[in-house]
C-alpha cells in the first residue's frame, strides 16, 4: 500500500512539475486505443511531442480488449502536425481465457482547430498496419 502512494504522490509531483509541457486528450481512434486517452509530453525540442495512450475496444467478439502504445508528433505549424504510432492489442479470448497479443502502427496527421496549446478538437487521419495489411483510420479527440 505504501508503494501505491509513493507512486500516486510522484505521478502528481511530476505532473504539478511538468504541467506547462503535458497535455491530454481524449478521444475515438487508433492512437486513441479506439476508446481512450492520449497524454502528450512536449519535449525540449519545440516542434516534438512524445505521447503515451492507453484504451478499450469492446467490440471484440472473443471479449473486448485493452490497448496502449507510444508515438511521436512533429508539428509542422501550431495547428497540423505528423505523427508516428505504435501500440498493443491486447484481447481476452472468452473461449479459451486465454490473452492474445498482437502489435500494429500507424502513420498520419493531426489538425488541431484551437492551436497546438490550447484546449480544443483534434481531427486526424492515418494509416494503420496491423501486420497483415494498411487501413485508413480516422480519429477524433478533444485536447485539454
Known amino acids: 500500500m505504501k508503494r501505491i502512494w509513493f507512486i500516486v504522490l510522484l505521478l502528481t509531483t511530476f505532473t504539478g512539475q511538468c504541467a506547462e509541457r503535458l497535455r491530454a486528450e481524449a478521444g475515438i481512434g487508433w492512437e486513441y486505443g479506439v476508446i481512450g486517452s492520449q497524454l502528450s509530453w512536449q519535449t525540449p525540442f519545440k516542434p516534438l511531442e512524445v505521447f503515451?495512450?492507453?484504451?478499450?475496444?469492446?467490440?471484440?467478439?472473443s471479449g473486448g480488449s485493452f490497448r496502449g502504445g507510444m508515438g511521436v508528433s512533429i508539428f509542422l505549424s501550431k495547428y497540423f502536425a505528423v505523427s508516428a504510432y505504435g501500440g498493443m492489442n491486447s484481447t481476452s479470448n472468452a473461449y479459451s481465457g486465454d490473452v492474445e497479443h498482437e502489435f500494429g502502427g500507424s502513420t498520419g496527421?493531426?489538425?488541431?482547430?484551437a492551436g497546438k496549446n490550447k484546449?480544443?478538437?483534434?481531427?486526424?487521419?492515418?494509416?494503420?498496419?496491423?501486420?497483415?495489411?494498411?487501413s485508413p483510420l480516422a480519429s477524433i479527440a478533444y485536447r485539454f
Open 109 to 113: 496527421i493531426k489538425i488541431y482547430f
Open 52 to 61: 503515451a495512450t492507453v484504451g478499450v475496444d469492446g467490440s471484440s467478439e
Open 119 to 134: 484546449p480544443g478538437i483534434v481531427l486526424g487521419a492515418s494509416y494503420f498496419y496491423d501486420g497483415e495489411e494498411w
